[in-house]
T-cell receptor
Framework: GQNIDQPTEMTATEGAIVQINCTYQ??????LFWYQQHAGEAPTFLSY??LDGLEEKGRFSSFLSRSKGYSYLLLKELQMKDSASYLC??????????WGAGTKLIIKP | IAGITQAPTSQILAAGRRMTLRCTQD?????MYWYRQDLGLGLRLIHY???????GKGEVPDGYSVSRANTDDFPLTLASAVPSQTSVYFC???????????FGQGTRLTVV
């Protein structure tokens, strides 16, 4: 079966750095997405990786290793507004998105 | 503001009733999707459409149907609602296979 694993919940301090990991086992791979979802709201796109390596976008970076079936989302200079769930999704060989359950990130002052 | 709109935003529905959730996008995206999101689970694909006139079944299609008569609209119908269909439903669209999906604000449905 297809599976995306993420930690259920993480806590970090305002101003710090946090890394959210995602491991996947899917039938084929056509890209990995990270989305942010605030409570009661829709997911919004953060990043897309299809090749190995690091993609940097402001305070957020995403890393992919296809051989290890692994990605992480790195958030720097954490702000209170970063408190949200972070969803990892992989596009499989049929170009369907397989979603992880999400990681709830709690930021403390 | 361009985007994707869902209606209603929330609904309480009696079991056995028929219900259509509406979804409209004005971005001229070819692909559209319906997901349900339940606590502790990832988004699960119900149905999708790669282009107007075509639809396909996702991971959890039973009890749901869709149509795609034109590019903009992608309604989801529950023929006879059951309590297990209580969930938050998200409609999404994307330009292509390797582009990000844009989500509607969601419909919170409670079947009693």
């Amino acid at each position: 079966g297809q599976n995306i694993d993420q930690p259920t919940e993480m806590t970090a301090t305002e101003g710090a750095i946090v890394q959210i990991n995602c491991t996947y086992q899917t039938s084929g791979f056509n890209g990995l997405f990270w989305y942010q979802q605030h409570a009661g709201e829709a997911p919004t796109f953060l990043s897309y990786n299809v090749l190995d390596g690091l993609e940097e976008k402001g305070r957020f970076s995403s890393f992919l290793s296809r051989s290890k079936g692994y990605s992480y989302l790195l958030l720097k200079e954490l702000q209170m507004k970063d408190s949200a769930s972070y969803l990892c999704a992989v596009r499989d060989s049929n170009y369907q998105l397989i979603w992880g359950a999400g990681t709830k990130l709690i930021i403390k002052p | 503001i361009a985007g994707i709109t869902q209606a209603p935003t929330s609904q309480i529905l009696a079991a056995g009733r028929r219900m259509t959730l509406r979804c409209t996008q004005d971005m001229r995206h070819n692909a559209m999707y319906w997901y349900r999101q339940d606590l502790g689970l990832g988004l699960r694909l119900i149905h999708y459409s790669n282009t107007a006139g075509t639809t396909g079944k996702g991971e959890v299609p039973d009890g749901y149907s869709v149509s795609r008569a034109n590019t903009d609209d992608f309604p989801l119908t529950l023929a006879s609602a059951v309590p297990s269909q209580t969930s938050v439903y998200f409609c999404a669209s994307s330009e292509g296979d390797n582009t990000e999906a844009f989500f509607g604000q969601g419909t919170r449905l409670t079947v009693v």
